[in-house]
């Protein structure tokens, strides 16, 4: 039976206990306003990510004014729709496949990563683009955007505790440590040592790395690709922050797990030997998504036994048992376009991000679609943003003040956009 209901409401009525409500929530906490969670200490909040450690110098959001707190869903509808109306060409607004329904109902795109990362090429004319998604999407935005363009995040503590897995200081010295093991001598066929690869899910920083570095950014979209376009210049590859979508990616290929050693940047060497490294291929950093590690084979099982026939695709950034025993994996594009092409009738299990799991069978009433984790446990980050967010920095921008604008400075934006138009142009 597919859910009528988004996201944010269904965990309101699992809260107050609605008879026949199924399922059940990882915190009663989603509930609340995210802005209860704005002043207290650095954390990711309510939600997949709850439990993840926070590095210190997170951003964090000051108090929203009481009047968008307040303010019914009726209400916060009419004065966004009044905002993005006056401003209209002005400012454009981008939202992630993972937002809930009542913030992606406003944007003028919506889209994974990669689709987003070109939207913020498409609008020249744009004053402001408000970036519905997390910080590091918010970052990309700003690198790739005209310099006269405002990049807006509608809530700074959206972050992703992945992204934070992998800091510039660790990965800076791991490089250190691989170069003096493999040196900078490149082989027979001109390919250098090592490339280095970020996922899109990683600080500017870390773009910035890349690009200095003769390396590339990727995404689920991708990663194939770009994995190809690394071993035809490289003779490995460090692959971070998500062990996951690297192992599974390259697994695909033909890499060896046994050619797949983890950096963990608290051990020396990664916690391996120099032999691992030097019969390495593709070297992965200790992080993952805390959403999709929340998947699991027995789930995989239990969808199977309640509903034969059931397709069941997973994201790659899930850990590889699942996918291996998933009919399919692949980006939330990839999700998103294997429903529009099933036939009416079709029972899909998803591995993924719960709001657009729910989005899509509301969509598609013609299908029965379900979450593979019947527990309500949404992307913490994502969850930040909240229509009185929207509705804030919209009218704060009617009014002429530009609030929460994510600025990435010329010394790394520069060598980032290097790593990003080699990553737009691999094309899968």
């Not at 989603?30 to 939600?47: I, T």
């Not at 964090?60 to 401003?87: F, H, M, N």
């Not at 990839?334 to 899909?348: E, N």
């Not at 003040?401 to 691999?426: C, F, S």
Request: net charge negative; glycine share 8%.
């Amino acid at each position: 039976m597919t859910s009528t209901l988004s996201v944010d409401d269904e965990i309101q009525l699992i809260t107050a206990g609605t008879p026949g409500a199924s399922g059940s929530t990882c915190t009663p906490e989603l509930a609340e306003g995210p802005w209860v969670f704005d002043l207290q200490a650095p954390s990711y909040g309510p939600g997949a990510s709850m439990a993840d450690p926070i590095p210190a110098e997170t951003p964090r959001q000051g108090q929203l004014p009481e009047e968008y707190k307040s303010a019914s869903k009726v209400e916060l509808d009419a004065r966004i729709r009044r905002a993005k109306e006056t401003l209209g060409d002005r400012v454009v607004v981008l939202g992630h496949f993972y937002q809930r329904d009542e913030v992606v109902q406003y944007a003028d795109f919506v889209g994974d990563s990669f689709q987003l990362a070109n939207a913020a090429l498409t609008v020249p004319e744009a004053e402001a683009i408000v970036f519905c998604g997390v910080h590091f999407m918010a970052e990309t935005a700003d690198i790739l955007a005209r310099p006269s363009q405002a990049v807006i995040l509608p809530n700074l503590a959206a972050g992703c505790s992945m992204a934070d897995m992998a800091d510039i200081d660790s990965v800076e010295e791991a490089w250190a440590q691989l170069g003096e093991i493999y040196g900078t001598e490149a082989d027979a066929d001109g390919r250098v040592p090592i490339i280095p690869v970020t996922y899109m899910n990683s600080s500017a920083a870390l773009k910035g790395f890349c690009g200095r570095n003769g390396g590339i950014v990727c995404t689920s979209s991708n990663a194939a690709t770009v994995l190809e376009w690394a071993f035809e210049r490289g003779q490995r590859v460090l692959f971070f922050p998500d062990q996951h979508l690297g192992r599974n990616t390259a697994k695909a290929m033909g890499v060896p797990l046994e050619r797949m050693p983890m950096w963990n940047p608290r051990k020396p060497l990664g916690g391996s030997s120099a032999a691992e490294l030097l019969d390495a291929q593709v070297i992965l950093w200790h992080g993952f998504c805390s959403v999709h590690k929340r998947f699991s084979v027995a789930q995989i099982e239990k969808a199977r036994a309640s509903h034969p026939g059931v397709q069941v695709i997973v994201h790659p950034e899930c850990p590889m048992p699942v996918v291996d025993a998933a009919d399919a994996s692949g980006s939330t594009d990839f999700i998103v376009k294997a429903i529009q092409a099933a036939p009416a009738g079709s029972t899909f299990a998803i591995g993924t991000e719960i709001n657009l799991v729910q989005r899509l069978a509301n969509e598609y009433p013609q299908h029965t679609i379900f979450c593979l984790d019947d527990v309500i446990c949404p992307c913490s980050t994502m969850y930040r943003i909240h229509p009185g967010y929207l509705a804030w920095v919209l009218e704060e921008f009617v009014a002429g003040r530009v609030v929460n604008q994510i600025t990435v400075g010329d010394d790394v934006a520069v060598p980032a956009r290097v790593a990003l138009e080699r990553m737009l142009a691999a094309r899968p």
